[in-house]
């Protein structure tokens, strides 16, 4: 029996985590696999029950739980008290130390235009530290106003954090076209991405059979959409790389089919990497492919964990099959031009999985 974790999140998060799950659940019972889904407290309506978007036993459940499926939420729509604060789901990834953000990106049918055909790129981003402050601190935001006129941000680099992340992005390239591009803005901010450059260098000498290049990250932005075959597997600070992955997403279809896992040595959340979505909640139109994607992702490094189950890398290929199989038959939702409901494109997916 495998149980996972579910958390549906605000907006559209419920709809397109109900697709997932429907999903994953058949594909795993055509492996063999029995699946339990234990739906915890969080977002909005866990506001109203336990006071706070994160209650404690909700993080209690997750702890035994080898892995779980985040939906999008909406903090910004939560009331004042709560805005301003780490997100519920950042809150999450910092408890866990999920530092590995991981975000491939590639057309998946020819019947979904995309403005970069040709790109097939995974994002290995470090989830930790960087630019982004309220990561980077054991407590606050990390983000200073000694003024009302002025605003100071700290970054922050460490070694060790930017070693494992490399391990990640050169290991990953082995599975796949063996390049590794750094992406980084050393000529500028030369000790902390210089850091962060230098170490990946360091990393990338332990595997030899894997070619590395270093870009500034506005030339490799520009380069991604000019030259997308140039790239197998970019790795990248914090900021640069949500946005790279952003820019990624959405020059392979459409963010809404961008999926993602944040992932640590013993934990991994599968995370759709587009947003909630309020205006269009509860309409039966949100695009399920990137959470659908997330979920595959999850039972694929769960399969690659020591102990980890060989069936769930069989259902997690059969999800993105059938996934594909129904973007080939033109069944799309209005996102990329198709006209297909949410839970019209899911019972086509369930329909490919059989």
Known sequence: MLTLGVLLGDGIGPEIVDSATRVAERALASVSVEVQWR???FGLEAIGEFGTPLPEPT???LDGLPGWILGPHDNA????????MLSPGGAIRKRFNLFANIRPARALS??????CPDLDVVIVRENTEGF???????D???????TPDVALAVAVFTRSACERIAHQAFQLATTRRRSVTIAHKANVLAKTTGLFRDVCLTVSEGYPDVEVHGEHIDALAARLVSHPRDFDVIVAENMFGDILSDLAGQLSGSLGMAPSINASHTHAMAQAAHGSAPDIAGRDIANPVAMILSTAMLLRW?????????ALGAAADRIEDATRWTLDAGVGTADI???ASTSAFTEQVLSALR
């Open 132 to 138: 982004y402050a309220d990561r980077n601190m054991y």
């Open 337 to 339: 031009g198709g006209t």
């Open 39 to 41: 739906e915890l407290p």
């Open 110 to 115: 020819a019947s979904v235009s995309a403005a």
């Open 59 to 61: 993080l209690a459940d």
């Open 140 to 146: 606050g935001a990390g983000e200073f106003m000694p």
């Open 77 to 84: 729509g939560y009331p004042q008290q709560f805005r301003g």
């Open 302 to 310: 769960l399969a690659a964990r020591e102990r980890g189950v060989p």
